[in-house]
T-cell receptor
């Protein structure tokens, strides 16, 4: 049973575009929602994270939007650059646990 | 400050052989994890450990064995490798960030079973 559903699987945008990656969850016990970024040949690394008591969090060009009632959250990348080309994973964590539940990932390609 | 290291980085082995993937962290984080990454499946948790001598199964534990005698090391052993275990394996440890637990991943081991 996939607890965090991520879409799309792949995404191609032009430089300067705003790619949006969406995730949905069912378990209301989740209370921490991070996004990880993975470049080819590297391990994933934390990009940005949010807790459900806020609806939006921005760090630089990256924004998480969180909709608690819909149990959905999304990653927006403003003014995307070719260097943002990577695989992005959303994840969720249940309170009291250190075991992340990952989405299946989105491969983003930003064309010059 | 090396963080998390994995060895070997690349390994080719034959079906039926035993192979051990090593993971070492320099932070003394309590929790450590092993994942496998395959196209279309994302990151799947194999085993995790809450502390030395405490381990538990993840989503796909069959065919794998772990041990953790020291906090800093968390080796993963494939007792009798199969072609379906060809994958990229990532080790991770986690630490509190102030709002949640961040997992720190190693560089990965690419394993090919022929």
């Amino acid at each position: 049973q996939q607890q965090v559903k991520q879409s799309p699987q792949s995404l191609i945008v032009q430089k300067g575009g705003i790619p949006i990656i969406n995730c949905a969850y069912e378990n209301t016990a989740f209370d921490y929602f991070p996004w990880y970024q993975q470049f080819p040949g590297k391990g994933p690394a934390l990009l940005i994270a949010i807790r459900p008591d806020v609806s939006e969090k921005k760090e630089g060009r990256f924004t998480i939007s969180f909709n608690k009632s819909a149990k959905q959250f999304s990653l927006h990348i403003m003014d995307s650059q070719p260097g943002d080309s990577a695989t992005y994973f959303c994840a969720a964590l249940r309170g009291g646990s250190e075991k992340l539940v990952f989405g299946k990932g989105t491969k983003l390609t930003v064309n010059p | 400050d090396a963080g998390i290291t994995q060895s070997p980085r690349y390994k080719i082995t034959e079906t039926g052989r035993q192979v051990t993937l090593m993971c070492h962290q320099t932070w003394s984080h309590s929790y450590m994890f092993w994942y496998r990454q395959d196209l279309g499946h994302g990151l799947r948790l194999i085993y995790y450990s809450a502390a030395a001598d405490i381990t538990d199964k993840g989503e796909v534990p069959d065919g794998y064995v772990v041990s953790r005698s020291k906090t800093e090391n968390f080796p993963l052993t494939l007792e009798s490798a199969t072609r379906s275990q060809t994958s990229v394996y990532f080790c991770a440890s986690s630490d509190w960030t102030g709002i949640g637990y961040e997992q720190y991943f190693g560089p990965g081991t690419r394993l090919t079973v022929t």
